[in-house]
C-alpha cells in the first residue's frame, strides 16, 4: 500500500479552537497539523470544524475528500538470464502489481507499451532493461535489470605443440569461449604430474622443474564447466615436438 502524505491548510477566519478529522479514524486539534499519511487506498473524507464562542456564529465545518491511489508495484523477470549470440532471443515477463500502463526502455530507448517484452539482440554484451509500471493517475515506479548476450561456448584442445621459441605455438593451451573453470592437467610417461593449472589462460610451456621434456607423448585431462553450466570431462594426448 501507499505511504500518501496530505497537507491540510486552514483557511478559516475567527476561528479560535479547530477540530480535523482525517477520514480515517484519526483526529487534530492543532490550527495546521502535520502532514497527514494515509497507508490504505481510498477516497476520505477530510473535516475542519471551527468554533468561536465571542463570535455571532459560534461554530463552522467544512469538508473535503482526499483520494488515496495504489501505487504500482514494478516486478518483471527474465528468460532465460544469458543468451547465445545464435539463439539471442529473450522474453521479459511483465509480474507488476497495480498498474495499468508500461514502457519498455532497453539500453536507454523507449521500445514498447505492451505488458511483455520479447527482445533480441545481435551486439554481445550486457544490456539495461527497464519498466516503467503507471496507474491511470500517473504514479509510476520503476526496475531495471541486466542481461547478458555471448557467443556459444565451445572449447578445444590442440594434440602437438613445439616448444622452440619461434613464438608460434610455443605452449600446450586450452582453445574457446564461454569456458568458466577449468582444472588442467598433464603428465608423462611414468604418471607424473608434470603441469596443473586452474587459469584457462595459462599454457604448459614444456618444461619440467625448470628443464625442458623429453619430445614424446603426454597425457592430459582437462575437468571444465562452460557459461551455460555445461560441464565437460576430457582427456587425451598431446606430442612435444621441438
Not at 28 to 54: D, E, F
Not at 166 to 183: A, H, K, Q, S, T
Not at 209 to 234: D, R
Request: charged share 20%; net charge negative.
Amino acid at each position: 500500500p501507499p505511504e500518501i502524505n496530505a497537507v491540510m491548510t486552514d483557511n478559516s477566519v475567527g476561528a479560535t479552537t479547530y477540530f480535523w478529522q482525517f477520514g480515517d479514524n484519526s483526529n487534530s486539534l492543532l490550527i495546521t497539523p502535520s502532514p497527514h499519511s494515509y497507508s490504505i487506498a481510498g477516497n476520505y473524507t477530510v473535516s475542519l470544524k471551527v468554533t468561536n464562542p465571542t463570535d455571532c456564529i459560534t461554530s463552522d465545518s467544512a469538508f473535503q475528500t482526499v483520494h488515496v491511489y495504489q501505487m504500482p508495484k514494478d516486478s518483471f523477470y527474465i528468460l532465460p538470464k544469458t543468451v547465445l549470440k545464435s539463439d539471442s532471443l529473450f522474453s521479459f515477463i511483465n509480474a507488476s502489481l497495480y498498474a495499468d500502463n508500461y514502457e519498455w526502455f532497453v539500453d536507454g530507448q523507449l521500445v514498447t507499451n505492451t505488458q511483455d517484452l520479447m527482445k533480441s539482440w545481435h551486439p554481445l554484451g550486457f544490456h539495461k532493461i527497464c519498466l516503467v509500471a503507471k496507474t491511470k493517475n500517473a504514479c509510476g515506479d520503476t526496475l531495471c535489470k541486466m542481461v547478458q548476450v555471448d557467443e556459444i561456448p565451445y572449447i578445444g584442445v590442440p594434440n602437438a605443440f613445439s616448444p622452440n621459441g619461434d613464438g608460434e605455438n610455443d605452449e600446450f593451451r586450452i582453445y574457446g569461449i564461454g569456458i568458466e573453470e577449468v582444472d588442467f592437467r598433464i603428465y608423462n610417461r611414468w604418471g607424473e604430474l608434470v603441469f596443473h593449472t586452474t587459469d584457462r589462460n595459462q599454457g604448459w610451456d614444456g618444461t619440467f622443474k625448470g628443464k625442458p621434456q623429453e619430445i614424446e607423448a603426454y597425457a592430459w585431462t582437462l575437468n571444465a564447466v562452460l557459461i551455460t553450466g555445461e560441464k565437460k570431462v576430457m582427456k587425451g594426448n598431446v606430442t612435444l615436438v621441438r
